[in-house]
Structures are given as structure tokens and as C-alpha cells.
């Protein structure tokens, strides 16, 4: 049986929303693609994540045999999304054990959702940097499972962990992120924190670099 075409076009994903469906050339009216995505749900060829937001099963395979990437997900939840605190630590090698909840930054106001075992969160971005039209400052595009995806760098992931524990982990968790990175840019982090708007944040980074950065090649006359 030959497969749909838009099936096909999207086979080499794991994740797919709607508008990445939306870009793909098949020829399909834009006003007729949701159809097509609702028979490809009901026929197994998609599983559905949330409203706009679906998993690709491979031929052959039981849905609930499918690994879904979460960094994915939340990577792809909003058309401007960008991961961020505990999953960018996550991401970046930083995170002393794996995450069940994905944060990540939108401008969209978003509920929380729920998939497998994971929660996704959404978190607006920065009060000071939306203000400055900045809030892409320290956000990288990074390659995870051969796709490229928004994520906020080290610098500016580690200064979010220090400002937003609440969304990163304890100071346990952040004094062991400063220690796993392979390298530290202490001008990237202050630029940073300064765009924030919070003098007070750039002390604490000064003390935790200094006395925790120096496997990241942090030296005191860097700060």
C-alpha cells in the first residue's frame, strides 16, 4: 500500500507541529491540511501530543512503542519557543540527572500540558529583555536528534539557574552545572545578567565563578 504523502514527508521526524506541516511542499491546500492530519491520527501514522503537535510512527510500530524525544517537544511547543532552565542544563551536559518537567521560554501565554511521563511549562521571557525587543540574547540553534532547535546557551543558562531556582534546581544542582562545564565565558554571563536588570544577580554569579569556576577555566582576574 503506498503511503500518504505527507506521511512520507515527515518520516526522518520524531516530533512534528503543524506549522512545520504547514512548509512542507505536497500540494496540499493549506486549508484542507488539518483533514489530511486528522485521517493520518486516525489511521496510526501520527500520534497526537497536544492540539498542533504530533509524533511520527514509524511503519510497523505500536504507538505506545515510540519513543518520543521530550526536548523535542518542548522545543516545538510554541512556533517561538526556546528551551531553557533545568532543560537547557538538561541539554547542556549540566543537569545532575534527568528532568520530568521541559521548561521552556514563549511569548504565547500557554497552559501547562502533560505527555507520557513528562509535564511541559512554559515560562514568558524576561521582563527586562521583552522591553528591550532582546529576548534572544544568549540563544544558540543547537542540532539534537538532526534538528536544529532554539536553546539558550551556557552562559545565559547558568545565570538563569542562578536567578530562577525555582525553575533550575537547588544550589547543589547549579554549584555542580558551573563545575560540569567544559567552559565558562564570565563577559558572555555578565553581559547578560546586566541586560536582565539585576545588579544584585551579578554578585552571586561573581562569587559562584570564583569559587566554583575554576574547572571551567574560570580565573579571579576574569571577574
Not at 517561538?80 to 528532568?99: I, K, M, P
Not at 543547537?142 to 525555582?166: F, G, K, N, Q, Y
Amino acid at each position: 500500500m503506498k503511503l500518504p504523502l505527507l506521511y512520507q514527508k515527515t518520516l526522518d521526524r520524531n516530533v512534528i507541529s503543524l506549522a512545520e506541516l504547514r512548509k512542507l511542499e505536497t500540494g496540499i491546500p493549506a486549508a484542507h491540511l488539518g483533514n489530511h492530519v486528522k485521517i493520518l491520527l486516525r489511521r496510526g501514522y501520527y500520534g497526537l501530543i497536544k492540539r498542533g503537535l504530533y509524533y511520527v510512527i514509524p511503519a510497523g510500530k505500536k504507538p505506545e512503542n515510540v519513543a518520543v524525544d521530550k526536548l523535542l517537544i518542548g522545543a516545538k511547543a510554541a512556533v517561538d519557543a526556546v528551551l531553557t532552565y533545568r532543560s537547557a542544563l538538561e541539554f547542556h551536559g549540566l543537569s545532575r540527572s534527568l528532568q520530568s518537567e521541559v521548561v521552556f521560554l514563549s511569548g504565547k501565554n500557554l497552559p501547562k500540558f502533560s505527555f507520557r511521563e513528562a509535564t511541559f511549562r512554559r515560562t514568558a521571557p524576561p521582563t527586562r529583555l521583552n522591553q528591550q525587543g532582546n529576548v534572544l540574547l544568549g540563544v544558540e540553534r543547537a542540532m539534537h536528534l538532526s534538528e536544529r532547535i532554539r536553546i539558550t546557551d551556557r552562559e545565559r543558562t547558568l545565570v538563569d539557574a542562578i536567578h530562577r531556582p525555582d525553575l533550575s534546581g537547588s544550589l547543589e544542582d547549579i554549584i555542580h552545572a558551573i563545575q560540569a562545564c567544559p567552559s565558562i565565558d564570565p563577559k558572555a554571563a555578565c553581559r547578560y545578567a546586566l541586560a536582565l536588570g539585576y545588579t544584585t544577580l551579578l554578585g552571586k554569579i561573581g562569587w559562584l565563578l570564583e569559587h566554583y569556576g575554576q574547572k571551567a577555566g574560570v580565573k579571579p582576574d576574569h571577574l
